[in-house]
């Protein structure tokens, strides 16, 4: 009743707002710019009281599941009645959705609908590989159709805002949150960015199949220190504008709704007090016009952190840093009002975060209808329909990568018996990965039951072996004979699904448990044999990489992951997946990425005072952008338009790429640049350009990129991103490491 009072004065509003055509906000982004939503959300702020406007500033979580500590007992219906909440996380379901709904809309004084927010990370009910294992499709395409489908089941299921994606750089492979990303690189990793952003938002955010994404965590998160969560950040504001902020500018241009502020420090100052960042860069240097959520607590975190004494100062500092939502702080909702009242706050700092929040509510549809997103009939009908297994069963082989492949694979679909072996084989729990919402194993597809439907005549010999990490080994013997009473072999080992995600660092990197014994003792037998690995960090295997005839990086494949596997095992996919990060030989190299600078002095074997290892090599075990395909690829003709361009033209690269085997697939041909001498030093390689291309056995297709100079720009000795004169090499080829070179110069 009281939405419809206000739904009349909006409509009123609207009119005198189109009238009067008013000019509302002056931004280069979308966002803010539909001048009918900024006269609506005007309307309603006039409304509110003081207390009502904080009310909106303030997120708490429901008992659905917990992604945080809890350190309140929340009677979150009575501060719902009261108008003192704006938005929930982790209320889950169409009809549970609608009954706390309800209570915002029927029951508080202006039936301000609520924004329910839920990490959506990775599918919703049918879950897709990890984010990490997404990316590795290099396929945008695909990247953000699954997104897509995990917006419509979302959206479906009563959720309005998905805490993703997360678009955070990580170069070190023991953090736990590499699992949840995009992989190592900037350039890819903005890709990416786009690409889920679109996935999440579509069209239009009044498209009641669209949930609004939220780029996080703002920012350098990945860069903690030891790759041990919500760790210290300290790096160079040169490294923090050239690797960890560009994914985040590019989720503001493709229209992201929401940011969320990170744990960390950075240089000294917790993301979440760090105007600098937040106000500075976010708000008025890029004009973000979306809201700004808190991570869970981070406002109060301040306090352990070290900068704040209380919690009046904790909220003091993120409201002037620009924090518009506190999520699970229970800080802004105690603290702003006195800091009003004491001058230290202004109202136009609180009208200015309620209008954003008020922005994307008008923009979703919720005031038009506030239920329009707890559709129990869609709900039904979506949720794991069967064109999105269909779909994830796609978007999963695309992820995996072949790391290695000594004539092994394909498997021939008339083999007699076949031995599946490993504690991931018979396994629907892990293999869905974690943060995978509402996600079950029951529902997912073992990679044993994805074989037994593919080879239906085969004889099937399984033995688990061993457990992803107990110490015992008397499963061996059974799994050592089913492998040799088989014509081929398949271990499937790796981490368990809550060996990475949110505080999951991890120390070693190497298969957890016994499973190295397992796949030694089976290697033994000589077998035609292949690993396939699930784990959502990169592993240190290089023994394994000796030893083993085929590896097939698998990721936490997600509810569709067993078929998927067994598409490629038996040939009716061609692995076309590529690694976004890099995988190195052992734990003591890391951090370990391609994008890396030169040294005076680099590495040279037989020379002693050079930069290396007296016990390992510099090289990874498995470069950035590295995958191998059941067929081979060979290019050529590689060529560019000039030796010299000057700052207006255009740089023409042309290479031709043959599949010179035997079966069709899919080539990511990488470009990348080096600038020779900047005036500032320069990485040895940046990945600039990638397509993705198909191409039939024995055929040839062409391939053209452009450079310009925007793309060789860099933040200078004064910081400026420009790019300068000088010489530059190009690179192209299949993996950061195997590529032919070619100069130019920048005039
Ligand atoms: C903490 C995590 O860092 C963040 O990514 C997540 O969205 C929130 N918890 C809510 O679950």
Not at 207 to 212: A, E, F, Q, Y
Not at 511 to 533: A, T, Y
Not at 678 to 692: D, I, M, N, Q
Request: overall charge neutral.
């Amino acid at each position: 009743m009281k939405l419809k009072i206000i739904a009349a004065i909006l409509l009123f509003a609207s009119w005198s707002c189109v009238n009067k055509k008013t000019a509302i906000v002056e931004s280069s982004s979308k966002l803010g710019n539909d001048l009918v939503i900024e006269q609506k959300v005007d309307s309603v702020l006039k409304l509110m009281t003081i207390d009502e406007k904080i009310g909106q500033l303030n997120q708490l979580t429901g008992n659905g599941e917990v992604t945080g500590p809890v350190s309140f007992a929340n009677e979150y219906q009575e501060a719902i009645r009261r108008g003192e909440v704006g938005s929930m996380l982790n209320v889950n379901g169409a009809s549970y959705t609608y009954k706390v709904q309800k209570i915002a809309v029927e029951e508080s004084r202006l039936g301000i609908p609520l924004i329910f927010g839920y990490d959506v990370i990775h599918g919703y009910k049918t879950i897709f590989p990890i984010p990490l294992g997404d990316a590795a499709s290099w396929d945008l395409e695909s990247i953000e159709k699954s997104a897509r489908i995990a917006a419509i089941e979302a959206s479906a299921a009563g959720q309005h805002w998905t805490f993703a994606p997360m678009v955070d750089i990580a170069r070190d492979p023991r953090w736990g949150r590499v699992m949840e990303g995009a992989g190592e690189d900037p350039y890819y990793g903005s890709q990416v960015a786009i690409a889920r952003v679109k996935g999440f938002q579509g069209n239009s955010l009044a498209d009641p199949n669209t949930i609004v994404a939220c780029a996080k965590h703002f920012v350098a998160y990945g860069a903690a220190m030891g790759g041990r969560d919500y760790n210290t950040v300290d790096i160079s504001d040169r490294t923090l504008h050239e690797v960890y902020l560009p994914p985040f500018k590019a989720a503001v241009d493709a229209g992201v709704g929401t940011f969320m502020s990170s744990f960390n420090e950075l240089n000294g100052i917790p993301v979440t007090g760090n105007k600098g960042m937040v106000k500075e860069i976010l708000k008025e240097k890029w004009h973000f016009n979306g809201f700004i959520v808190s991570d869970w607590g981070s406002i109060r975190e301040m306090l352990v952190h070290g900068i704040a004494t209380n919690e009046y100062e904790s909220a003091e500092l993120a409201m002037n840093a620009g924090i518009d939502m506190d999520m699970e702080g229970h800080i802004y909702i105690n603290q702003l009002k006195k800091l009003l009242a004491d001058g230290k706050i202004t109202e136009k700092q609180i009208d200015d975060a309620v209008r954003r929040i008020l922005r994307i509510k008008f923009m979703l549809g919720l005031f038009d209808d506030p239920y329009r997103y707890c559709d129990t009939a869609r709900e039904k009908e979506l949720l794991l329909n069967p064109r999105h297994l269909e779909i994830a069963r796609e978007v999963s082989r695309k992820s995996m990568v072949l790391l290695k492949n000594n004539n092994v694979l394909p498997f021939s679909k008339n083999v007699k018996s076949i031995a599946v072996i490993g504690p991931l084989a018979d396994n629907q729990d892990d293999i869905i990965g974690t943060w995978s919402a509402r996600g079950e194993g029951k529902d997912a597809i073992s990679v044993l039951t994805g074989i037994k439907q593919k080879v239906p005549t085969a004889r099937i010999n399984y033995a688990k072996g061993c457990e992803i990490t107990d110490e015992s080994k008397v499963g061996f013997a059974k799994a050592i004979a089913a492998a040799k009473n088989a014509d081929v072999v398949l271990v499937v080992v790796g981490e368990a699904a809550m060996m990475s995600g949110e505080a999951l660092s991890r120390a070693f990197l190497d298969l957890p448990g016994v499973q190295k014994d397992l796949v030694l003792e089976i290697n033994k037998l000589n077998k035609p044999m292949v690993v396939v690995l699930m784990n959502g960090h990169p592993l240190t295997i290089e023994w394994m990489d000796k030893s083993v005839p085929a590896i097939l990086e698998a990721w936490l494949p997600g509810t569709m992951g067993g078929p998927a596997v067994a598409d490629i095992l038996f040939g009716d996919y061609n692995p076309s997946g590529k690694l976004p990060i890099t995988f190195p030989r052992n734990v003591g190299q890391i951090p370990l990425f391609y994008y890396h600078k030169n040294t005076g002095r680099p590495r040279v074997e037989a020379e002693r005072y050079t930069s290396k290892y007296i016990d390992s090599p510099n090289t990874p075990l498995y470069p950035f952008g590295y995958g191998l395909s059941y067929t081979t690829f060979e290019y050529s003709n590689f060529n560019i338009s000039a030796n010299e361009i000057g700052m207006k033209d255009t740089l023409k690269v042309w290479v031709d790429i043959t599949n010179t085997g035997k079966y069709d697939g899919e080539e990511v041909v990488q470009l990348y640049i080096r600038d020779l001498d900047g005036s500032v030093t320069r990485p040895v390689k940046e990945l600039k350009a990638f397509k993705k291309v198909f191409i039939k056995s024995g055929e040839k297709v062409k391939t053209e990129f452009t450079l310009t100079a925007n793309d060789l720009a860099f933040y200078t000795r004064t910081m400026e991103f420009k790019a300068e004169p000088g010489d530059f090499k190009v690179f192209v080829g299949g993996n950061s490491h195997d590529l032919q070179e070619l100069s130019f110069r920048l005039k």
